[in-house]
């Protein structure tokens, strides 16, 4: 098979790399550029750890190709924030107990920040319907929802202020 040579960017870093036809997103994030912050969870669209932003929109990159984002812009979890700064939604999980393993908390922070910047003041009821397909085996969900609701408030009320979009 004839390998493609794509363009686009990533986290704001301009990439050009070949990658074979049927190469996923998943497989250019983890293991060609090491941004393992992007979890593998099912392999199939059913658990969204592996989510990323694609031109501002949420997408599972193990569903993905990698041909399909030549052109366009692809934002990782270590897009979203860093150590050193982290983004309103990355410290509310931290507050309001939306981490224990942390396996799909990626995957979850991918998610809350597209929804915030979709919708910066959601219900509860809006928080879990949109977050329905990104599965947590740890928390019971509850902290998980405080935390995107908590990091709203924040946002709205100008007491915190997005790292990234
Ligand atoms: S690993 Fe992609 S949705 Fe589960
Ligand atoms: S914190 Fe463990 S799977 Fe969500």
Redesign the pocket.
């Known amino acids: 098979m004839n390998k493609h040579l794509i363009k686009f960017v990533l986290n704001g870093e301009p990439r050009e790399i070949l990658v074979e036809p049927n190469e996923l997103l ?1 497989n250019v994030v983890r293991e060609r550029e090491s941004l393992t912050g992007t ?12 989510a990323v932003h694609v031109d501002g929109q949420p997408l ?4 993905v190709l990698a041909a399909d984002v030549d052109g366009r812009e692809v934002v990782t979890v270590e897009g979203i924030g860093s150590y050193g700064q982290l983004d309103p939604v990355q410290e509310a999980f931290l507050d309001e107990g939306g981490v224990q393993c942390g396996y799909c908390t990626p995957g979850m922070v991918v998610m809350s920040r597209a929804l915030l910047n979709e919708n910066p003041n959601p219900t509860e009821l809006e928080v879990r319907h949109y977050m329905r397909g990104s599965l947590c085996r740890c928390t019971g969900y509850s902290g998980i929802v405080r935390a995107v609701l908590s990091a709203a408030e924040k946002e709205s009320s100008g007491k915190a202020v997005p790292v990234a979009s």
Not at 39 to 44: D, E
Request: hydrophobic content about 30%; charged content about 10%; aromatic content about 6%.
């Open positions: 998943m979890k593998y969870g099912c392999g199939i669209g059913e658990c969204g750890a592996c599972l990159s193990c569903i």
